[in-house]
């Protein structure tokens, strides 16, 4: 299955929506993350090549998750698949409420495409209001509650028997300056894969 061409179906306007074009088996995917939102070019998105941005912070989180990957495809092979909260790059410094709406159909139709999730991580506030978007139309209240991340880093929250984890964002030069925040998206990354390898 291709992501890309099965969101585009939704996308009757033709807006300039940025999708990931990659094969996916939807049945082998058992973790989903989502980052806050795509990037200015789509080649430095994480399924973009090699050389993509943001690759350069989610290898190493990874890595220093003491998961031993070296490529986007290496991460998939795993059950784990990434994602963008937002489909169209920022035009200002911070990620507008109306952005969040326009892209949630996209959002809530990519996570419906795997059957056998069983851990969504955060990864970022963007990804956390999304996701409260998305719970709170279907349950009236929030999926996560309305506090910092490393407050709720240690709760279990569960929506509809999947784990969900808030974390960090994890793309952006920023990250690998801000060593605690690494640390702790990289310790939050270990988690999600042991409750997916159980």
């Not at 999708?19 to 996916?24: G, L, P, Q, S």
């Not at 937002?86 to 326009?102: L, R």
């Not at 996209?106 to 996570?111: Q, S, V």
């Amino acid at each position: 299955m291709n992501v890309r061409e099965e969101l585009q179906k939704l996308n009757v306007e033709g807006e300039k929506f940025q999708f990931n074009h990659v094969e996916v088996n939807p049945k082998m995917i058992q973790a989903v993350m989502i980052n806050e939102i795509v990037p200015a070019d789509p080649e430095d998105d994480f399924y973009g090549g090699t050389e993509a941005a943001y690759l350069s912070t989610t290898i190493p989180l990874f890595q220093k998750a003491g998961i031993q990957v070296k490529t986007i495809q290496n991460i998939l092979d795993r059950g784990i698949y990434i994602t963008n909260a937002v489909k169209m790059p920022k035009t200002e410094y911070t990620v507008a409420k109306e952005s969040i709406e326009k892209s949630l159909p996209y959002l809530e139709r990519e996570l419906a495409l795997f059957p056998n999730v069983k851990v969504i991580m955060l990864m970022g506030d963007v990804a956390k209001k999304a996701f409260n978007m998305i719970s709170k139309k279907e349950t009236r209240k929030n999926a996560v509650p309305s506090i910092s991340t490393y407050k709720l880093r240690s709760s279990e929250i569960f929506y509809k028997g999947i784990r969900i984890i808030p974390s960090y964002i994890m793309t952006g030069q920023n990250l690998l300056i801000e060593k605690s925040k690494f640390e702790m998206a990289a310790e939050d990354i270990a988690s999600m894969y042991n409750l997916i390898m159980k």
